[in-house]
């Protein structure tokens, strides 16, 4: 009888338009149900048959009804899907193609085939591919999507590096490289320092040696000369080794390997500073006194240049620190000038401390590989004297380019860092306030204030509100017209000195040549440029820590459940527990809630706070040192899940493999959501 009856429809619609609606993003859960978490942070359950339609991470309307007294929300209209292009595997379905996302919470499975090119018999079971979502659940019958490139095998040994640059949608390979050679024809006179003893400092492994050193000791303190590696002598601004360049814009450092942004025949053989070899450089020369600062006579210059010494970090470290070092016996004209860059560097890192800032002494870590790609060995890399060397006069030579390109022409690639994001800094002042900060509020928006806030930190004895600060702050970014970087605490910073592996030196190696030339500079690099090069830098970033972690989860698989203990630094809290760093090794591990005490009820992780609640109680807090023990290792998600080395109660102990992988996905996909917290911003 109401079968299709027009009158019905009508008053169903009018009945669905009456009813509120809501707009915000889906969180899903593993467990097949998820929340729509609206911008005011409202939040609705979305039953399991609803989810369906849905993803996590989509931005949605939906209606909210009331059923049994309880408010729930039925998706209605997609705003941006979650997904578009992503990283999945092949799963097969009675022979047919469907494709599952590579993502912590994501677990459906989606129809796929392969665009029109490939052949559907290629792919096998477990192969990671590029897929592209067409359909989605909300406005078709189902997602639907588009494989359009495999990867590689799912049990290649190697399928971290090359899924993680594809994810990223970075190169895999060097640039192509040139059938031949040739100096560009540049009206630029050379300085022929050949007979000076230059030296470069670098890992045992490095091959693109793109700075060299030479120091002189003066009655007023030091006369520093900085030489780089000048590719743009081989490379013709617009052509298409340089256009390849501007697009992958750096060379992606990863663990075990490099892809570099200029091709290896350039960044390792020609324009690497080697020794023994005469090479065209960039230098500057500058004049350094006993109070560290810098005077205002430097020089930039066109010169060549032949490194005497091609020295290892560890080595000169040795040499200095403990007056000798196994296998080096460098020439007294070598020895004298390690000794003066090492007094250069203490009168800079004072004169730093005192008029800009210095950025926390951490080590690195090194993975060492076998030739199957597996981690044989993890090792720590503290920062050492001879490190801090090259890192003082990479600085010093950097802060003089900023200087030089603001004065004339006004512009190029300067790295600006505004400090605190704009529309956190009111929170940061009441947190500061809060801790009675010796700094108003109205200076925390300029350099000299934020540097006397930074310098108040380190006096403080723990680092909890440092830890708790950094995510008010904003990140670093690529402006073509200077501005203050206030992670180094300086006015102005413009990077030359690596111009074989960022593109944005590139730049100002030739705005500078062009001013030494007295010729017309070249244009102000546009928007679209400082944008790519910011977002590449981002990207970068990305890729070397996924491919770390997905690295540590193998590496760490035989300590899951021993007794072996790491000391830890608690580096972030959200809701559903800890994020820790593994002082041994550098890898990150979370501590799930229910391992931290069993009744969750009596328990409140703050991400708010950065603290750890019992029973109201502050059990732990931000940038605490802890003793964990590792739970699990979840390559599904490359997640490391660790436990108390001194367990609050007997039963955290107690969850079982489901539970903890359920409260791993959980944290993952929380920590997504806030986001990666700003470091210090120190880009030197």
Same mark, same amino acid.
């Given at each position: 009888?109401?079968?299709?009856? #027009?009158? =019905?429809?009508? =008053?169903?619609? &009018?009945?669905?338009?009456?009813?509120?609606?809501?707009?915000?993003?889906?969180?899903?859960?593993?467990?097949? +149900?998820?929340?729509?978490? /609206? $911008?005011?942070?409202?939040?609705?359950? %979305?039953? #399991?048959? &609803?989810?369906?339609? *849905?993803?996590?991470? $989509?931005?949605? /309307?939906? !209606?909210?009804? /009331?059923?049994?007294?309880?408010?729930?929300?039925?998706?209605?209209?997609? %705003?941006? @899907?979650?997904?578009?292009?992503? *990283?999945?595997? %092949?799963?097969?379905?009675?022979?047919r193609l469907n494709?599952? @996302?590579?993502? #912590?919470?994501?677990?459906?499975? %989606?129809?796929?085939?392969? !665009?029109?090119? =490939? $052949?559907?018999?290629?792919?096998?079971?477990?192969?990671? *591919? !590029?897929?592209? =979502?067409?359909?989605?659940?909300?406005?078709?019958?189902?997602? +639907?999507?588009? !494989?359009?490139?495999?990867?590689?095998?799912?049990?290649? #040994?190697?399928? @971290?590096?090359?899924?993680?640059?594809r994810r990223h949608d970075l190169p895999r390979s060097a640039p192509a490289d040139a059938e031949s050679w040739q100096q560009l024809d540049e009206p630029l006179p050379r300085e022929d320092l050949t007979a000076l003893p230059f030296v470069t400092i670098d890992g045992a492994s490095t091959k693109d040696m793109d700075d060299a050193l030479y120091a002189v000791t003066e009655a007023d303190g030091w006369r520093l000369t900085v030489a780089i590696a000048d590719p743009t002598a081989y490379v013709a601004p617009g052509s298409p080794i340089d256009a390849e360049a501007a697009k992958r814009a750096f060379t992606v450092y990863l663990p075990g390997r490099n892809i570099p942004m200029i091709p290896r025949t350039l960044s390792d053989e020609l324009c690497s500073l080697k020794e023994g070899e005469p090479r065209q450089a960039l230098c500057c020369e500058m004049k350094i006194g006993h109070d560290g600062a810098i005077a205002d006579d430097f020089r930039f210059f066109a010169a060549t240049i032949c490194s005497q010494g091609r020295l290892i970090y560890d080595q000169v470290s040795d040499l200095l620190e403990h007056g000798s070092a196994d296998g080096f016996a460098p020439s007294d004209a070598i020895r004298q000038q390690l000794q003066g860059l090492q007094a250069l560097t203490a009168a800079r890192q004072q004169w730093r401390g005192e008029h800009a800032l210095l950025f926390s002494d951490r080590p690195d870590y090194a993975f060492e590989l076998n030739e199957a790609g597996a981690v044989v060995a993890i090792h720590v890399e503290p920062r050492r004297i001879a490190n801090r060397m090259v890192e003082e006069a990479m600085i010093a030579a950097n802060i003089c380019a900023g200087l030089f390109l603001a004065r004339t022409p006004g512009y190029g690639i300067f790295n600006v860092h505004p400090g605190f994001d704009a529309e956190k800094i009111a929170g940061a002042a009441e947190l500061l306030a809060a801790h009675q900060a010796p700094v108003a509020a109205e200076r925390l928006g300029t350099l000299e204030g934020f540097c006397e806030l930074r310098r108040w930190l380190e006096t403080l004895p723990s680092p909890f509100l440092d830890c708790r600060l950094r995510r008010y702050q904003t990140y670093s970014v690529m402006a073509s017209q200077p501005g203050p970087h206030f992670g180094l605490g300086l006015p102005a910073y413009a990077t030359w000195t690596s111009p074989i592996r960022k593109y944005g030196d590139m730049v100002n190696h030739r705005i500078i040549k062009a001013l030494l030339q007295g010729a017309a500079c070249p244009a102000e690099p546009d928007a679209a440029l400082t944008q790519l090069l910011s977002e590449a830098r981002r990207l970068n970033r990305f890729a070397e820590r996924d491919i770390a972690d997905w690295l540590y989860v193998r590496f760490l698989l035989p300590a899951v459940g021993s007794e072996q203990t790491f000391s830890a630094e608690i580096i972030d809290v959200v809701r559903g527990g800890i994020k820790v760093r593994l002082q041994e090794n550098g890898a990150v591990a979370f501590v799930p809630a229910g391992q931290i005490f069993s009744d969750k009820k009596r328990l409140e992780c703050s991400w708010d706070d950065g603290k750890v609640y019992l029973d109201k109680e502050v059990r732990f807090e931000l940038g605490q040192r802890i003793d964990v023990r590792l739970k699990d290792a979840i390559e599904a998600t490359r997640s490391l899940v660790a436990t108390l080395a001194t367990p609050l109660d007997a039963a955290t102990q107690s969850e079982s493999a489901e539970e903890l992988e359920h409260e791993v996905r959980e944290a993952v996909a929380e920590a997504l959501d806030h986001g990666d917290t700003p470091d210090s911003g120190s880009d030197a």
């Open positions: 009888m109401f079968h299709d009856n #027009p009158l =019905l429809a009508q =008053l169903k619609q &009018q009945l669905r338009e009456n009813l509120p609606k809501k707009e915000g993003v889906v969180r899903g859960s593993d467990r097949g +149900f998820g929340f729509l978490e /609206t $911008d005011n942070r409202e939040s609705y359950f %979305i039953p #399991p048959q &609803q989810m369906k339609k *849905v993803m996590h991470g $989509d931005r949605i /309307t939906a !209606i909210i009804r /009331t059923e049994n007294e309880k408010e729930q929300a039925e998706p209605e209209t997609l %705003i941006t @899907p979650f997904l578009s292009r992503f *990283v999945g595997r %092949i799963k097969l379905i009675k022979d494709v599952v @996302p590579d993502h #912590p919470v994501l677990k459906e499975v %989606i129809k796929a085939r392969p !665009i029109k090119g =490939l $052949d559907e018999k290629q792919f096998a079971e477990g192969d990671w *591919v !590029i897929a592209h =979502l067409k359909r989605h659940g909300l406005t078709d019958n189902g997602h +639907f999507a588009e !494989i359009s490139e495999r990867i590689t095998a799912g049990d290649d #040994p190697e399928a @971290p590096w090359w899924v993680v640059l």
